[in-house]
T-cell receptor, first 112, second 111 residues
């Protein structure tokens, strides 16, 4: 049974489109995160939610909007996609805000 | 101050050898230092972690050495195996409990 699951695994879309990535965790964790991994494998935090409340909002274009309907779900909506948004996006969760993260398997977004 | 610097970028080790990956940080407020292992097409997985009041932690073939005064920590993989071939990330927990990752080390263990 997958602990942190993301859908879709692959997403290919054209510039200017709007897309969403969904994330669900069944670990009972209270904090969820979105990370972006670029082509050089660098992992950078984008957002963090604790019990549905936004905790971390890094310098991310406001085309990116996270939504947390409950503490087990954290979705990422991206408007007006650009070529530079191409990356692998990872969802993660943790208990107690920052102890060992559990990552999903990632969503590879390709903007063409 | 929020950066974690990791080296080397890539590492090739013979089977049975010792793999050593180093990280350095500036922010003395960091309070938790995990290492993650990532295989191609997978998400990073927590390998081992240490807190700054401990100088060494060992779990099986994996050991973290932590030097608080030098603001450095390292991962040692003893008796490296081909199955250890992966990308390794160090990280540090900072303000708002966010994890800041190093740039990653691609390890290849030759049979």
């Amino acid at each position: 049974d997958t602990a942190v699951s993301q859908t879709p695994k692959y997403l290919v879309t054209q510039m200017g489109n709007d897309k969403s990535i969904k994330c669900e965790q069944n670990l009972g964790h209270d904090t969820m995160y979105w990370y972006k991994q670029d082509s050089k494998k660098f992992l950078k935090i984008m957002f963090s939610y604790n019990n549905k409340e936004l905790i971390i909002n890094e310098t991310v274009p406001n085309r990116f909007s996270p939504k947390s309907p409950d503490k087990a779900h954290l979705n990422l909506h991206i408007n007006s996609l650009e070529l530079g948004d191409s990356a692998v996006y990872f969802c993660a969760s943790s208990q107690d805000q920052g102890s060992g993260y559990t990552f999903g398997s990632g969503t590879r977004l390709t903007v063409v | 101050q929020q950066q974690v610097k990791q080296s080397p970028q890539s590492l090739i080790v013979q089977k049975g050898g010792i793999s050593i990956i180093n990280c350095a940080y500036e922010n003395t407020a960091f309070d938790y230092f995990p290492w993650y292992q990532q295989f191609p097409g997978k998400g990073p997985a927590l390998l081992i972690a240490i807190r700054p009041d401990v100088s060494e932690k060992k779990e099986g073939r994996f050991t973290i050495s932590f030097n608080k005064s030098a603001k450095q920590f390292s991962l040692h993989i003893m008796d490296s195996q081909p199955g250890d071939s992966a990308t390794y990330f160090c990280a540090a927990r900072g303000s708002s409990y966010k994890l800041i990752f190093g740039s990653g080390t691609r390890l290849l263990v030759r049979p």
